[in-house]
């Protein structure tokens, strides 16, 4: 067994690698960028090396500096979690050459299934079915678009190397088929280095259905049963679950059947999941792709298993057998995982950042994370914050107490997709376990939208919160015990104040009067009594209108990030008068201005200044958290102002192209 493990990783994987080393007496080692010297995974570690700068490809892409890091910790091996380095063949030969143990599969098996055009070539000859579609040498896309009229649309356009939604197009309309084709290969180019492309029928209602297997280095190899991962959004998953539900006894055996004859067909020897689309009318099977990692959603078969496949993964490694046969490995429950991410759900899962002013993960839940509060959430890596795992002896169990933990969770600072991730839980095709990949396009045909909650109650409870720890931070002396009701109340009548509420351009007055006991807030015809305690340094026991309920709350001296029932974010405070300065100093730039819709980076310009402009017309691409977005010009013009250059950090709203609208003909 070894000593000193080294994770070629950040985040929630990491802290989760971490965690079974300290269980096995094994000194971890972590590595980070300059993004995350005070990440969580760093502190956990017993040794952290820095290893560059906070763009992935200058740190956690760099093979060369993980096996410095090994060699000068004393390493004698590596495991890069998933995502970065971990289906690299460069980093396996680094660790032969350096003789250091590559906990994973061989470079021959992630070799066999890192290209998804061999793949499917060796699934076919081990007698696993695969989609009908085109997987052939030539790449020109006058073939890749015969082939895919050929095969008949809908189609899928697919990279063949990489994952993670990465280089994905669905084509339905001929007129869509050369640009997707132009797109996935520009992108899979961009995020692989390999831009070549695979056709793939569309199955109309697939369920994404997964097996986990495990071989040794001896020789076995077993299944770990299956999981069903069919809500996804833009091809990446957002809930996993294990056993699939609402699967015929023969189309689960032969789901694990196909997964082992792939698995032995490439002598197999560690943790992987075979991959598959299972027709939802037919209950068809269909190969789709092999991951030869670890994958993010493992904790449901850890759950219903009982197992730690970090730990396999480390003994295999070390050359052990495997710890059980196939029949001593049994299945008990069932497993739901929600991928909680700094995502915005409302705005087309647009990535969200900043700092993690509260956190509160749901007690008696298995959470795992990379996060805590006052972590700061970068543009830089994965928008994945925490896995949130419920188990139960049935899935109608796990289902609700998963949807229990995730409406107790808080998370204040950047926007996450909790609250639509409640939502999914109750929607009637995932509570009845039968959901596909379309479940987001027929659920929310026009894009999910939060419930309509009572908002005014939200921002009572944020404006009593914010004025009681004003009055609590007030100045010492005479004036400042009278408290900012009191210096602005009239006199003979009880104190009172007036603030704007909302963000600016949007603000809303109200009325803050200041009764025995309670606050009475009014806005328009709305009106609150509300009473606040502080029950710990974040958690607030709120009495509004007579009712009880508990709120998550960090003040700022111009608002309040605040959790309180259906409400989760940030409202915006200001007095009055200070509102009313505000306004009249605030200004606004002339013309038609193309802005970051997200913090990132600024991949390319297409237009100069003094340059003709199209509306629609492409005119930057921005890059984050793995994604790409080309923005267009609202309108047709001319290009007065360039705000960033290629390859700057940006913020989500600052400028990047200014546009002079063209005059009305």
């Known amino acids: ?73 004393g390493a004698q091996a590596i495991h890069p979690g998933y995502g970065f380095l971990s289906e690299r063949l460069d980093l396996i030969a680094a660790c032969e050459a350096s003789g250091i143990v590559f906990i994973g599969p061989s470079a021959s098996a992630i070799d066999a299934m890192g290209d998804k055009i061999r793949s499917k070539q060796i699934a076919r000859d081990a007698g696993v079915p695969g989609v009908p579609g085109y997987d052939g040498a030539d790449q020109s896309p006058a073939v890749l678009r015969a082939e895919a009229l050929r095969v008949g649309l809908p189609v899928m356009v697919k990279a063949s190397a990489g994952g993670g939604g990465k280089g994905i197009r669905k084509v339905v309309d001929e007129a869509e088929l050369d640009g997707a084709i132009v797109a996935a290969a520009r992108e899979a180019q961009a995020a692989f280095g390999d831009g070549r492309l695979l056709i793939e029928k569309f199955v109309t209602r697939p369920r994404h259905v997964e097996v986990q297997i495990a071989g040794d280095r001896h020789g076995t190899i077993v299944h770990l049963f299956e999981r069903d991962c069919s809500v996804q959004r833009s091809n990446q998953k957002l809930l996993e679950e294990a056993p699939a539900p609402n699967l015929m006894p023969e189309t689960r055996t032969a789901l694990h059947d196909y997964a082992l004859r792939l698995s032995r067909a490439i002598s197999y020897d560690n943790l992987g999941t075979v991959e598959f689309l299972v027709d939802a009318a037919t209950e068809g099977v269909f190969f789709l792709e092999m991951n030869t990692r670890l994958q993010v959603e493992h904790p449901v078969t850890e759950a219903i298993t009982g197992l730690d496949l970090v730990e396999w993964q480390i003994r295999i490694a070390a050359g052990e057998t495997l710890p059980q046969r196939q029949d001593e490995i049994t299945c008990t429950g069932h497993a739901i995982e929600a991928r909680v991410t700094a995502e915005r759900a409302d705005e087309g899962f647009r990535p969200d950042t900043g700092v993690i002013r509260a956190w509160a993960t749901p007690p008696g839940l298995r959470t795992d994370s990379g996060v805590a509060a006052r ?56 509570a009845d376990g039968r959901a596909t990949t379309l479940f987001l396009a027929e659920t929310w045909p026009e894009g999910w939208r939060p419930p309509v909650g009572d908002r005014d109650a939200s921002h009572a409870v944020a404006l009593a919160i914010w004025l009681t720890q004003q009055k609590a931070g007030k100045a010492a002396g005479p004036w ?110 002339a013309g038609d201005a193309v802005r970051a819709g997200m913090p990132g980076t600024l991949v390319s310009l297409h237009v100069a200044e003094g340059d003709a402009v199209s509306a629609g017309q492409v005119v930057a691409v921005l890059e984050s958290m793995k994604l790409f977005m080309e923005l267009k010009s609202p309108a047709t013009g001319t290009v007065i102002r360039l705000g960033a250059k290629p390859g700057a950090t940006v913020a989500a709203g600052d400028l990047l192209v200014a546009i002079e609208p063209a005059a009305p003909a």
Not at 402 to 427: H, Y
Not at 539 to 558: L, P
């Open 1 to 73: 067994m070894f000593s000193t493990i080294l994770i070629a990783n950040r985040g929630e994987i990491a802290c989760r690698i971490i965690a079974t080393c300290r269980k096995l007496g094994i000194r971890s080692v972590a590595v980070y960028s300059d993004a995350d010297r005070d990440a969580m995974h760093v502190r956990l570690a017993d040794t952290a090396v820095h290893i560059g700068p906070a763009p992935a490809r200058e740190s956690y892409l760099r093979a060369d500096r993980i096996i410095e890091a090994a060699l000068a910790t």
């Open 375 to 430: 972590s700061e959430v970068s543009p830089h890596y994965d928008s994945l914050l925490a896995k949130v795992i419920a188990h139960g002896s049935d899935r109608a169990e796990a289902v609700r107490k998963l949807t229990d933990g995730l409406e107790r969770m808080a998370v204040l600072g950047p926007s996450t997709i909790r609250p639509f991730l409640v939502d999914a839980l109750r929607q009637p095709a995932f």
């Open 480 to 589: 400042g015990d009278l408290g900012g009701f009191r210096l602005l109340a009239p006199a003979g009548r009880p104190a009172a104040s007036h603030v704007a509420v909302g963000p600016q351009g949007e603000a809303m007055p109200w009325r803050a009067e200041i009764r025995e006991g309670f606050l009475r807030l009014s806005t328009g015809e709305r009106r609150f009594d509300v009473a606040v305690t502080p029950v710990d340094a974040q958690g607030w026991s709120v009495t509004i209108d007579g009712q009880r309920s508990q709120a998550i709350a960090v003040t700022e001296s111009d608002g309040v990030f605040l959790r309180h029932r259906d409400f989760e974010g940030r409202v915006a405070l200001m007095l009055a008068v200070e509102a009313a300065a505000a306004a009249r100093g605030a200004g606004s730039e």
